[in-house]
């Protein structure tokens, strides 16, 4: 069996359709060995629809970006909290 290890630290997020994590570019290209293109982006600027662009540094990563599509995995999963955002009251 193969063991693959990989760490990073994210925001746990979604894209309305899956599950992903927002992520910094630099861990981005680092997993997936590309620069991201816009749709990569968590926020893009549709304002003009020929000329879409990227807004902030967060990009979306998704489990078929660390994984090989359609593979049966073994997943550990292990969590610390750095932060906790309130959104009732807009503090961590």
Known sequence: MKTKTIEFTAIN???YECFCW????ETFKRIKGKEPDVFD???IDRSDID?????GDKVR???NDIFKRNSKV???IEIETLEIFCR???KY
């Open 51 to 55: 000329n879409y662009k990227p807004i």
């Open 88 to 90: 009732g009251c807009g």
């Open 61 to 63: 990563l998704y489990p």
């Open 22 to 25: 927002n992520v910094d570019i």
């Open 41 to 43: 982006y968590v926020e």
């Open 74 to 76: 073994k997943v550990k």
């Open 13 to 15: 997020s979604g894209d």
